[in-house]
Protein backbone atom coordinates (compact mmCIF):
# COMPACT_ATOMS: atom_id res chain seq x y z
CA UNK A 1 0.00 0.00 0.00
CA UNK A 2 1.15 3.52 -0.60
CA UNK A 3 -0.36 6.93 0.53
CA UNK A 4 0.28 10.44 0.19
CA UNK A 5 0.77 13.05 3.18
CA UNK A 6 -2.00 12.30 5.35
CA UNK A 7 -1.67 8.87 5.80
CA UNK A 8 1.84 9.29 7.67
CA UNK A 9 0.07 10.43 11.29
CA UNK A 10 0.97 7.84 13.60
CA UNK A 11 -1.93 8.45 15.80
CA UNK A 12 -4.29 7.94 13.23
CA UNK A 13 -3.56 5.46 10.49
CA UNK A 14 -0.43 3.62 11.90
CA UNK A 15 -1.64 3.15 15.26
CA UNK A 16 -5.50 2.35 14.43
CA UNK A 17 -4.34 -0.19 11.61
CA UNK A 18 -2.15 -2.85 14.51
CA UNK A 19 1.12 -3.71 12.19
CA UNK A 20 -0.76 -3.93 9.15
CA UNK A 21 1.08 -0.81 7.71
CA UNK A 22 4.41 -2.91 8.22
CA UNK A 23 6.12 -2.22 4.68
CA UNK A 24 3.62 0.00 3.91
CA UNK A 25 5.24 3.71 2.17
CA UNK A 26 3.63 7.05 3.06
CA UNK A 27 5.03 10.35 1.61
CA UNK A 28 5.95 13.39 4.22
CA UNK A 29 6.36 17.27 4.01
CA UNK A 30 9.15 16.60 6.25
CA UNK A 31 9.60 18.68 9.33
CA UNK A 32 8.20 22.06 9.78
CA UNK A 33 10.80 24.70 9.46
CA UNK A 34 9.46 25.71 12.67
CA UNK A 35 11.81 22.47 14.36
CA UNK A 36 15.02 22.66 12.45
CA UNK A 37 17.79 24.91 13.85
CA UNK A 38 19.20 25.60 10.00
CA UNK A 39 15.87 27.17 9.01
CA UNK A 40 15.42 29.83 11.75
CA UNK A 41 17.64 32.20 10.08
CA UNK A 42 15.23 32.20 6.54
CA UNK A 43 12.28 32.20 8.94
CA UNK A 44 13.56 35.03 10.89
CA UNK A 45 14.48 37.05 7.21
CA UNK A 46 11.42 36.09 5.55
CA UNK A 47 8.72 36.92 8.20
CA UNK A 48 10.72 40.54 8.34
CA UNK A 49 10.09 40.97 4.43
CA UNK A 50 6.56 39.20 3.97
CA UNK A 51 5.00 39.34 8.07
CA UNK A 52 3.68 35.38 7.81
CA UNK A 53 4.44 32.04 6.62
CA UNK A 54 2.80 28.88 5.70
CA UNK A 55 2.97 25.12 5.85
CA UNK A 56 4.63 25.49 2.40
CA UNK A 57 7.10 28.79 2.91
CA UNK A 58 10.25 27.36 2.86
CA UNK A 59 9.33 24.91 -0.06
CA UNK A 60 7.94 27.86 -2.04
CA UNK A 61 10.45 29.39 -1.54
CA UNK A 62 13.05 27.30 -2.85
CA UNK A 63 11.48 26.20 -5.91
CA UNK A 64 10.86 29.93 -7.04
CA UNK A 65 14.30 30.89 -6.06
CA UNK A 66 15.50 27.56 -8.69
CA UNK A 67 13.31 29.05 -11.36
CA UNK A 68 14.25 32.41 -10.96
CA UNK A 69 17.92 31.56 -11.25
CA UNK A 70 17.30 29.02 -13.90
CA UNK A 71 16.06 32.57 -15.73
CA UNK A 72 18.67 34.64 -15.18
CA UNK A 73 21.15 32.45 -15.96
CA UNK A 74 19.50 31.39 -19.08
CA UNK A 75 18.74 35.45 -19.59
CA UNK A 76 22.58 35.61 -19.58
CA UNK A 77 23.48 33.40 -22.02
CA UNK A 78 20.74 34.91 -24.39
CA UNK A 79 20.98 38.55 -24.96
CA UNK A 80 18.37 39.15 -22.39
CA UNK A 81 15.46 36.97 -24.31
CA UNK A 82 15.38 33.46 -23.23
CA UNK A 83 13.34 31.21 -24.73
CA UNK A 84 11.79 27.73 -22.63
CA UNK A 85 14.42 25.63 -23.99
CA UNK A 86 17.38 28.13 -22.97
CA UNK A 87 15.92 28.15 -19.30
CA UNK A 88 15.78 24.29 -19.24
CA UNK A 89 19.12 24.01 -20.17
CA UNK A 90 20.15 26.60 -17.21
CA UNK A 91 18.18 24.94 -14.58
CA UNK A 92 20.05 22.64 -12.30
CA UNK A 93 19.47 18.58 -12.29
CA UNK A 94 16.91 17.19 -10.56
CA UNK A 95 18.80 16.26 -6.99
CA UNK A 96 18.10 16.78 -3.27
CA UNK A 97 17.09 19.91 -2.12
CA UNK A 98 19.63 22.40 -0.53
CA UNK A 99 19.69 22.95 2.90
CA UNK A 100 17.86 26.16 4.60
CA UNK A 101 21.98 26.30 5.87
CA UNK A 102 23.55 26.69 2.57
CA UNK A 103 21.17 28.81 0.62
CA UNK A 104 23.02 31.74 -1.15
CA UNK A 105 19.80 33.84 -1.36
CA UNK A 106 17.69 34.35 1.89
CA UNK A 107 14.64 36.38 2.00
CA UNK A 108 16.22 39.88 3.04
CA UNK A 109 18.81 39.91 0.29
CA UNK A 110 15.79 38.84 -2.41
CA UNK A 111 15.44 41.26 -5.02
Do not use: C
Request: proline share 7%; no cysteine; net charge negative.
Amino acid sequence: MMGGDGMKDATELIANAGGATEGMYATSLGPMPETVDAAQLFLQEYIAKYKETSLFTAQSYEAATIMMDAVVAAAANADGHPTRADVNDASPPPTRPASWASRSRSPSRAT
